[in-house]
């Protein structure tokens, strides 16, 4: 029996397990005992990675449609040829940027890098990610505020604070790993507290629930941040130490009163006052959010409203403490830095000379080949695609006929493209319905390569189990493809993930994100190692649990943190007569993950799971209109679909509230393509929409 470890591919916690191997089959999972993330446990996921598809049948190979309709498969060779031509040959018919490309926060670092480089550099087009609709959010607002995107904190940091604040945050259901470091924070008479609609798991087990108004986070923050200037509950010498904007934030909440904040929030003032007073006695204030605040129409301000908060209070860069984004995917923070969509690898603008030179220098390409600009976003992508200006699209790794904001947008998308490859490890999900081309790859068990967790922590994906015949990984149909297109000197240092992973690594060279001093073996059977790790600097970055900003400086040409902020603004899609209630989407269970596509082939969370979309009802609400637990309605949405789904009875969703798990296609048939300005993240949490009884 061999013992291999590896990291778990679903959430951003990246656990590391050991899987014990006989006979090329996985006989037993045991979470890697002394790993500081995840120490000896893990959840019903990660014990069950090896439930998954681990060869799409009948064979490996590529499928390409015929004129017919149907798909004929053909050698990788071929398929990769087929590939390669017809993107040049829809560039060359449409223009350089009519074809584009779709990525995830899954794969792994070397996957995305390697992606970035054939579509973004050698075909000099786009691709954006499925971190738009998760990550952009926290992405825009680090920088901004930051002057990087660096999420600053420790998983430790749980097991050291004595005020604990989740606001749109749901970790007992969505990290389930981060909410047992919540239950190992020994500090006497710590607080838990939740800011969130809905009274959620978390907030169940939680000793403080604000159930506020939905969208009216920006509000109450302002509110609070108002109060606390008020009752001078300021760490003033950090204020002027290390912020800039200050004076100008106090003016500007100063208008944000108690009455104000109550009314729109639907909190009381005492309610609001004990918040207060809670943030002004902490020692070690901490706050924590997901996508509760990274999905709506004003969530860039809304994450920066909690980032003032903790710049103004102090509670930043000392243990305990922090604004700290939770990230969602399990390589959401190697997309961030190395897909070469939104910044270059390891950072930096597309349009700085500095950068452009180093980038070029590393790759041994002309500094023309590289990128120009960012992306074009995601609904730019799919916006373009139903326009009629984009015609090729590539997507890895992701599910967006069912994951994507408005989803019918994305049917009606797919159906207009003349070249749709879909790669994956399920020939089934719904988004390969109208492909043109399927490239069927291995899941991680299969494969190698580096991913980076929401701590900034590096760790290594190994092998677990052997290839069959034709069986490949993502890096090498990408590479493939790269090849065909004929990319030559240019794919030189590409030969190989561990190739790439020494290219990435200098290009991190200097930069915030420097991982210079960790090495592709050193990261086996590890650790892991947070960045920034710099080269020549090891003793000083040794050890295992670190935090950024403890000296204070911050990554702006000032080295002070920016107070940002900005006008509440009215929600754009308010409740009406016609539309009476909100929808609320979001996790549904620990065992189910996004559109199931993977959890579903595992019998103990299947056996438990319902089978057809549903969605919980508030039980008086339910009363009024004769709806009984497991009836079903008809949900009509403001942005004009509707869908079916059924009713389960509760009293954790207000009367006016609707709540609906995502793993179902309906989900988001009903949302609105409704985006925040600043990072284009989808307004995902809160449609207008009203319900009728089926017969
Ligand atoms: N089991 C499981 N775990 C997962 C995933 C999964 O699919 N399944 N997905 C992973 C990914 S990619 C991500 S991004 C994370 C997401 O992790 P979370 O963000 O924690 O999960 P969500 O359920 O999307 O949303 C969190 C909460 O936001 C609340 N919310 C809605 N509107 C508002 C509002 O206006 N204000 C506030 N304050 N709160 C609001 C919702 O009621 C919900 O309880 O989970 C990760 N973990
Ligand atoms: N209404 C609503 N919608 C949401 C959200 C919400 O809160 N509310 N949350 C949003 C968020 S935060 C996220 S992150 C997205 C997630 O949305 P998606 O990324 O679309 O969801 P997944 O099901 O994780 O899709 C991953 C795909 O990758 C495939 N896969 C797994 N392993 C591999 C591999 O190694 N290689 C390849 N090529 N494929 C593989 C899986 O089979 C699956 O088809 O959903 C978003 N949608
Ligand atoms: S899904 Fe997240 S918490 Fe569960 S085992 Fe995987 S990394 Fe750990
Ligand atoms: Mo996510």
Redesign the pocket.
């Known amino acids: 029996m061999k013992k291999i470890q590896s990291t778990c591919n679903?959430?951003?916690i990246d656990c590391n397990l050991d899987f014990y191997v006989e006979d090329n089959r996985v006989v037993k999972t045991v979470p890697t005992k002394g790993y500081p993330v995840n120490d000896g446990f893990c959840?019903i996921?990660g014990l069950s990675l090896d439930k998954q598809q681990t060869t799409i049948k009948p064979n490996c190979l590529p499928k390409i449609r015929q004129k017919d309709g149907t798909f004929q498969t053909v050698s990788w060779d071929e398929g990769f040829r087929h590939v390669a031509d017809k993107l040049k040959e829809i560039q060359k018919k449409y223009g350089q940027e009519s074809v584009a490309g779709i990525s995830t926060?899954q794969l792994t670092l070397e996957e995305f890098a390697i992606f970035g480089h054939v579509m973004r550099n050698y075909l000099q087009t786009n691709v954006d990610g499925n971190t738009r609709l998760?990550?952009a959010t926290a992405v825009v607002a680090h920088k901004q505020s930051y002057g990087f995107d660096a999420p600053g904190y420790t998983l430790q940091d749980l097991e050291l604070s004595d005020t604990i604040i989740f606001?749109?945050?749901?970790?007992v259901?969505?990290?389930p790993i981060l909410w047992g470091r919540v239950k190992k924070n020994q500090v006497p008479d710590h607080k838990i507290i939740v800011?969130?609609?809905?009274k959620?798991e978390?907030a169940m087990n939680a000793d403080y629930w604000y159930g506020?108004k939905?969208?009216?986070?920006l509000l109450l923050l302002y509110t609070v941040a108002n109060q606390l200037i008020e009752k001078d509950y300021l760490d003033h010498k950090f204020i002027s130490e290390h912020t800039e904007k200050f004076q100008e934030f106090k003016t500007f909440v100063k208008s944000y009163t108690l009455e104000q904040g109550a009314k729109g929030t639907g909190l009381s003032k005492e309610q609001i006052l004990e918040l207060v007073e809670l943030i002004g006695h902490g020692k070690r204030v901490s706050f924590w959010w997901?996508?509760?605040?990274?999905?709506?129409y004003e969530a860039v301000r809304t994450a920066q409203a909690i980032i003032n908060l903790a710049l103004m209070t102090g509670n930043i860069g000392k243990p305990g403490t922090g604004a700290n984004s939770?990230?969602?995917?399990c390589n959401?923070m190697g997309s961030r830095t190395y897909s070469n969509t939104a910044v270059f690898y390891g950072g930096g603008d597309f349009t700085n000379p500095d950068r452009r030179k180093r980038i070029a220098q590393v790759l041994g390409v002309d500094e023309e080949m590289l990128a120009k600009k960012p992306t074009k976003t995601y609904n730019q992508i799919i916006e373009g695609i139903n326009a009629g200006e984009i015609k090729g699209l590539w997507i890895l790794c992701t599910n967006p006929r069912h994951s994507w904001v408005n989803n019918e947008t994305f049917a009606s998308a797919a159906k207009k493209l003349e070249l749709f490859v879909v790669q994956d490890i399920y020939d089934t999900i719904e988004s390969a319905e109208n492909c043109t081309v399927f490239f069927p790859v291995v899941p991680g068990l299969k494969k190698e390569g580096t991913y980076i967790n929401l701590e900034r922590r590096l760790s290594a994906m190994r092998p677990v189990l052997e290839r069959g015949e034709n069986e490949i990984s993502d890096y090498e149909a990408i590479l493939g493809v790269g090849k065909a297109l004929k990319m030559g000197d240019a794919l030189k240092g590409w030969e190989t993930p561990k190739a790439c992973f020494e290219q990435m690594k200098e290009c991190s060279r200097g930069m915030p994100c420097d991982i210079t001093g960790i090495t592709w073996e050193g990261l086996e059977n590890s650790h892991g190692i947070q960045w920034p790790y710099p080269e020549g600097k090891e003793a000083e970055f040794s050890q295992e649990q670190r935090r950024l900003y403890c000296d204070g400086k911050f990554f702006t040409p000032s080295k002070k943190a920016q107070f940002m902020f900005e006008e509440v603004r009215e929600n754009p899609l308010p409740l009406t007569e016609e539309f009476p209630y909100m929808l609320?989407?979001?996790?549904?269970?620990?065992?189910?993950?996004?559109t199931q596509s993977r959890t579903k082939e595992v019998k103990f969370v299947e056996d438990v799971s319902v089978k057809k979309a549903y969605l919980f009802m508030n039980t008086r609400l339910a009363m009024e209109h004769g709806i009984r637990e497991m009836d079903e309605i008809q949900v009509y949405s403001a942005n004009g679909q509707n869908a079916r789904f059924t009713v389960k009875l509760t009293e954790q969703v207000g009367y006016e509230e609707l709540?609906a798990p995502?793993?179902y296609i309906e989900c988001n048939k009903l949302t609105p393509s409704i985006y925040d300005p600043y990072s284009k993240e989808p307004s995902y949490?809160?449609t207008p929409v009203r319900f009728v009884k089926i017969q």
């Open positions: 679903y959430c951003a959840c996921k926060g998760c990550m606001i749109g945050s749901n970790p259901v969505a990290h800011i969130d609609p809905r959620s978390t506020l939905w969208r009216s986070d997901t996508m509760g605040v990274n999905q709506g939770i990230t969602g995917q959401a609320n989407t979001g996790r549904g269970s620990v065992g189910q993950w996004h709540y995502i793993h949490k809160a």
